[in-house]
């Protein structure tokens, strides 16, 4: 159940009642402070201003018409008007009982509405390796996809790969001529991918012989060419078998069968222009198709030109993203469609939105929404880079992770078996690595800090994962586990009630983490409860002699309630946990 929903319905009807213009949110939100309530209603003011009346008194009258015994233990009205709400301590321990022993895990609902979601995001370019900036748009792509999906939605991965256009000219031409010296496996592995990339762009600048069959391969390409195709396919596929490794490594769930590539819009592509042309939303410019759109100024202060077909016929990226979202909307039947892209991409994607919406490809009723990200710094706050100043590459990021994390735990375990500390070495380096990408505001840069990420202190990976490692140490104490345990939940101590009111709260945050795409509300959730945890272990003793055999089981079920959301928690953004540490 999601309170803040339910208290935002039942005191918005109240207020209704009590006088106020219809319409009028309760404004509910969780109180910031113990002393405030679990909850707290901010809507009486706006409407006792439109009413004219003391907002104080206009409190009490929506109290009066509330009928909320069944859940709640005291409503107040403080300040110049706010309603202070407590959940009453059998409710919330009764919540917490239908959570543990639900089929539906943590007694989460699915949507009442399950929608159909594409998802956009990852999206490399052929022939080049991914680099540390992919952390971010497949990090945080993943974590709403596992949320959304969780909550019941249809969701449809989209990895919509940079795999056509004309630098696959030159690529094939490069290709072309490492088969022909001989070099079948570097051809088959292409390890150094960046390095291919460049190489063939340098023969393309230095040698005009190569360069004209380059431009040869490019027409002969969108032609249909089978040679050229074929060609293409294992740049495609070479390029994307590395991604894959990526992926796995990372526990990031794409699959080859989510590849949607540019090359699969290169049909549409003549319909598209010739229907904006006939809708009088594209015109003829010098040879050139072109889009003014006067949401947009040049520096003259005139509405900017969109470039869809240039004047030697050929198309660019916004031609293809158009064709993108007409796919997405007709053949797919999306509901809403979320892309991922840095936030350099914001004005290009308004610009999308703008025109989709305009031409009717994208109807208002679907939700066409971009969540841009912010970059990844050094510790200098520029750009991260190599000493030389070349791009990260992921995988060089992923190795490093790999050999940090195991320092660390042969450090702590020295006398731990190989096998073991290489095994949460593995988990620790990937959780730490990730989870302080997603425990980062989505649109804020962030400093990529080794010593930061790696810490067992403050709100990292490492400190949740021995969070969870410690409870389940409780239950090996006790001698049953997480899943045997049935309580029931009674709440006593003030820690106890504070662990209750959390982990009723994980469905506000899950759904905000699906409505907003913002991760690190899940992980912020996750550290608070974490620590709540952490203040209960203290103070309310499990195992202790002198804990009554009632008070034991209902303090073992609250903690394996932690135990699961937590878990669950992880799995959302990805992350494995880890019984001992």
């Known amino acids: 159940m999601n309170i803040q929903h339910y208290l935002n319905s039942v005191i918005s009807e109240a207020m209704a009642k009590a006088g106020a213009p219809s319409g009028l949110p309760a404004a509910v939100k969780p109180s910031s402070k113990p002393q405030f309530g679990d909850y707290q209603a901010n809507g009486i003011m706006g409407a006792a201003k439109k009413l004219g009346i003391n907002p104080r008194e206009l ?40 959570a543990l022993s639900s089929d539906r895990l943590l007694n989460v609902e699915r949507a009442d509405q399950p929608q159909r979601i594409v998802v956009d995001y990852s999206a490399p370019n052929v022939a080049k390796e991914m680099h540390i900036g992919h952390i971010r748009c497949n990090c945080i792509g993943d974590a709403v996809v596992r949320s959304l999906e969780f909550l019941g939605h249809n969701v449809i ?200 919406r305009k031409a009717g490809i994208v109807p208002e009723q679907i939700g066409f929404e971009h969540h841009p990200f912010g970059m990844v710094l050094g510790k200098d706050g520029k750009p991260f880079k190599t000493r030389s100043g070349e791009t990260v590459k992921l995988m060089d990021v992923l190795d490093e992770a790999d050999e940090r994390a195991l320092s660390m ?20 380096a990937m959780a730490s690595v990730k989870y302080a990408e997603l425990s980062k505001h989505r649109l804020t840069d962030y400093i990529f800090d080794w010593d930061a990420m790696l810490s067992f202190e403050g709100n990292t990976a490492p400190y949740l994962l021995y969070a969870f490692s410690r409870i ?86 609250l903690s394996a309630l932690v135990s699961k959301t937590l878990s669950q928690g992880l799995d959302l953004l990805g992350i494995e946990t880890l019984d001992r540490m």
Not at 269 to 296: N, T, Y
Not at 487 to 509: D, H, K, M, S, T
Request: aromatic share 8%; proline share 3%; glycine share 6%.
């Open 59 to 98: 409190a009490q009258k929506v109290i009066a018409e509330l009928s909320l015994d069944h859940m709640v233990e005291k409503l107040e009205v403080a300040g110049p008007g706010f309603i202070n709400i407590w959940l009453s301590d059998a409710w919330l321990a009764k919540q917490a009982d239908a």
């Open 472 to 557: 389940q140490s409780v239950f090996r104490k006790s001698g049953i586990s997480t899943e045997s345990v049935q309580g029931p939940i009674v709440i006593e101590a003030p820690q106890e009630r504070a662990l209750a009111v959390q982990l009723a709260q994980f469905i506000e945050v899950l759904e905000s983490v699906a409505r907003e795409a913002l991760p690190h509300l899940l992980c912020s959730y996750m550290y608070q409860l974490a620590g709540t945890f952490m203040s209960f272990y203290e103070h309310c003793p499990i195992n202790k002699e002198g804990v009554s055999e009632e008070t034991k089981q209902s303090r073992l079920a």
């Open 157 to 356: 991965r989209a990895n919509h790969i940079g795999d056509w256009g004309t630098q696959f000219g030159m690529l094939i031409a490069h290709l072309e001529e490492v088969l022909q010296a001989g070099n079948e496996q570097q051809a088959e592995e292409l390890e150094h991918l960046e390095s291919f990339y460049r190489a063939s762009k340098k023969h393309f600048d230095e040698n005009p012989e190569f360069a004209q069959r380059a431009r040869e391969y490019v027409v002969k390409l969108q032609q249909g060419d089978e040679w050229c195709l074929s060609m293409w396919k294992k740049l495609v596929d070479i390029t994307m078998s590395q991604n894959q490794k990526a992926y796995d490594r990372m526990n990031i769930s794409l699959t080859p069968k989510d590849t949607m590539g540019e090359s699969m819009y290169n049909s549409m592509l003549p319909e598209v222009v010739q229907s904006l042309k006939d809708q009088g939303i594209a015109v003829e410019d010098e040879g050139a198709c072109i889009i003014r759109l006067e949401e947009f100024k040049n520096k003259e202060g005139e509405p900017l030109g969109i470039i869809i077909q240039k004047s030697d016929g050929g198309y660019l990226y916004t031609t293809t993203d158009i064709a993108a979202a007409k796919y997405r909307v007709e053949t797919l039947k999306a509901d809403r469609i979320l892309i991922f892209t840095d936030t350099r991409q914001s004005q290009h994607m308004q610009q999308l939105f703008a025109i989709t």
């Open 409 to 428: 735990v042969q450090e702590r375990e020295p006398s731990m078996p190989l096998d073991e500390q290489q095994k949460i070495a593995s988990v620790l």
